[in-house]
Nanobody
Framework: QVQLVESGGGSVQAGESLRLSCLVSGIEFSSNPMAWYRQAPQKNRELVAGISHPGSATYAASVNGRFTISRDNSKNRLWLQMTNLKPEDTAVYYC????????????WGQGTQVTVSA
């Protein structure tokens, strides 16, 4: 099954930037649309951004224009460049398949915490 290791989170102030990284193994990475999700305290996990192949991406309205998702198929890496961070972006960020119907319950990684202070 897919294995996912997220990194790059941290504590920042509003307006600052972070770059998250996800190392993927256990699947044919280049053939799978990927995504970033996040989960804030007492809220459901939500889709942040998705990418099928380099240059093709979609975003949640709340982050559109501020976040950029990218992938490097030669390195099995998924990235999320986050700029102009806001307190409402505070959450644990996870990477996984874009197709939520194909995600196994035990495939989620530890995630990486992003905390944005006003």
């Amino acid at each position: 099954q897919v294995q996912l290791v997220e990194s790059g989170g941290g504590s920042v102030q509003a307006g600052e930037s972070l770059r998250l990284s996800c190392l993927v193994s256990g699947i044919e990475f280049s053939s799978n649309p990927m995504a970033w999700y996040r989960q804030a305290p007492q809220k459901n996990r939500e889709l942040v951004a998705g990418i099928s192949h380099p240059g093709s991406a979609t975003y949640a309205a709340s982050v559109n224009g501020r976040f950029t998702i990218s992938r490097d198929n030669s390195k099995n890496r998924l990235w999320l460049q986050m700029t102009n961070l806001k307190p409402e972006d505070t959450a644990v960020y996870y990477c996984n398949l874009l197709d939520v119907g194909a995600i196994w319950d035990d495939s989620w990684g530890q995630g990486t915490q992003v905390t944005v202070s006003a």
